[in-house]
């Protein structure tokens, strides 16, 4: 008869197993990202949106979205306020459908000197465009942008 503890002990050790791996694999999905956008250096922690599939429309660039909140502690400012004001260069309009919302567009910024960085990896990027979502992208607040996962695969 088999003894009840070691059963136990080994769905222990499983259970401690997957957390492990499940921690792991969620520290390797964030970055911590530099740019420079409307003349600002910019810090933010990104989180890797592997289901990010938008491009600017014209240089087929792939777009990060930043929230909405973090551009305000930047710039006091929304974006589309800069906009009308004409205080805003590089502007561009990001097209994407979400669940709940077929047509959708979104305010973009190119920005400059992208460097995004995980422990002793460095992946820089010239140009960059950055989308300014209003909708609050992590519920407990555990990173301020959405990174799209050409700018770490393709190095583009």
Not at 117 to 135: G, L, N, W, Y
Request: proline share 4%; charged share 30%; aromatic share 10%.
């Amino acid at each position: 008869m088999a003894d009840p503890c070691d059963s136990q002990q080994h769905a222990c050790k499983v259970f401690v197993c997957i957390s492990r791996k499940r921690y792991e694999s969620r520290q390797r999905i964030f970055y911590q990202v530099e740019f420079t956008m409307l003349h600002k250096k910019l810090e933010v922690c990104a989180f890797l949106d592997t289901g990010n599939f938008l491009y600017e429309p014209v240089s087929q660039m792939p777009v990060c979205i930043l929230e909405e909140e973090t551009f305000l502690k930047y710039f006091h400012e929304p974006l589309f306020k800069m906009i009308e004001k004409q205080e805003a260069e590089g502007i561009r309009m990001i097209p994407y459908q979400s669940v709940g919302r077929e047509h959708g567009m979104m305010s973009a910024v190119m920005a400059n000197d992208m460097k995004i960085t995980k422990e002793d990896r460095i992946i820089e990027h010239k140009k960059a465009v950055i989308a300014i979502s209003k909708v609050s992208l992590s519920k407990w607040g555990a990173y301020e942008m959405l990174l799209h996962p050409d700018l770490i695969k393709n190095g583009r």
